[in-house]
């Protein structure tokens, strides 16, 4: 029996999260490994935008401090637990976006993208200067979550760093298997269709405005739930989670492995995790370093690592 692309998919991620701590020399491996959980979650929101629907955006980062201010905010001022803040985050992410994604969305090229970076910058000086809110630069706490307790209490004593590996890659399977059945759906393929080409795809029956709004409006919960994971994962938050660089790394991040596969940019928000965590032996010219290799990736691997990669192996097995 084959399995279809999906199941293997989130298979070889599933087994890829599991097996890796038996080589783990240290729990600050774990550490790094929730980390790229965390920005894998919000990469793949960005493949559902760019990768399926061909839109870009460059103020994503801004969801993402929504999500992570809810989960500070709303325990201490409305009294919710911190996982019913992170829902509420999503949902408020979701409501903005909706709000948002119906003017910007209307623009293209490099207007869409400055206009999304407007939107992130936004809400970056927002959580900055509202200090008696937000802590402002300073940052503030985040209550703990509480789920290792419960766990603890049934016989599953995990340590933080394990706990917080194990939970979001969880959540990060449970995201990629939304993002790949999307991409099968009815939705999908429409959201498809339009990054081929909106005149093509709004002669046929596209309702174009709609399914761009649609993929907005999801990526833009992707960044929330990925905001709420760092700062619960943390206990502390700054508006650093909202800010202009932040959202460049996410792109990057979905382009460097492949916009269009969800594999893909799980790849991408691996490598640029870890990377500058290898690159340390080259000190200050760790950055130079850096960007040497994202350049070189992207001028002999357009499409990204996974996806030329994957049609190089089919190249050579035909």
């Given at each position: ?29 774990f550490r790094v490994g929730s ?221 460097l492995g492949g916009a269009g ?58």
């Open positions: 029996m084959r399995l279809s692309s999906k199941a293997t998919t989130l298979l070889l991620l599933a087994a890829v999260i599991a097996i890796a701590p038996v080589f783990f020399p240290s729990s600050y491996y980390l790229i959980f965390v920005n894998g979650l919000a990469v793949t929101g960005l493949v559902i935008l760019i990768g399926y629907a061909g839109q870009i955006s460059l103020g994503h980062a801004g969801f993402a401090g929504i999500g992570a201010y809810a989960c500070a905010l709303a325990p201490v001022h409305l009294g919710l637990h911190p996982a019913l803040a992170a829902v509420l985050g999503a949902a408020l992410s979701a409501a903005i976006a909706f709000l948002v994604g119906r003017p910007i969305l209307r623009l293209k090229g490099y207007y869409l993208a400055v206009a999304s970076l407007g939107f992130g910058i936004l809400v970056s000086m927002v959580l900055s200067n509202e200090a008696q809110l937000t802590g402002g630069p300073d940052g503030m706490a985040v209550p703990e979550l509480g789920l290792r307790a419960v766990l603890k209490a049934i016989g599953i004593d995990l340590s933080n760093t394990e706990f917080w590996y194990a939970f979001s890659g969880l959540v990060l399977v449970v995201g990629a298997w939304l993002a790949l059945n999307l991409y099968h759906s009815p939705t999908g393929r429409a959201l498809r269709a339009l990054h081929g080409s909106e005149v093509a795809a709004r002669t046929v029956g596209v309702d174009v405005a709609h399914y761009k709004l649609v993929a907005f409006v999801l990526s833009a919960v992707y960044a929330s739930v990925s905001g709420s994971l760092l700062a619960l994962q943390n206990k502390f938050i700054t508006p650093d989670v909202a800010g202009f660089m932040h959202s460049i790394e996410m792109v990057t991040m979905a382009v596969s969800v594999l893909g940019a799980i790849l991408g928000a691996a490598i640029l995790t870890t990377l500058p965590q290898v690159l340390t032996v080259f000190q200050e010219y760790e950055q130079l370093m850096l960007g040497l290799v994202m350049m070189l990736v992207m001028i002999f691997m357009r499409e990204g690592l996974l996806p030329s990669i994957a049609r190089r192996i089919r190249g050579r097995a035909e």
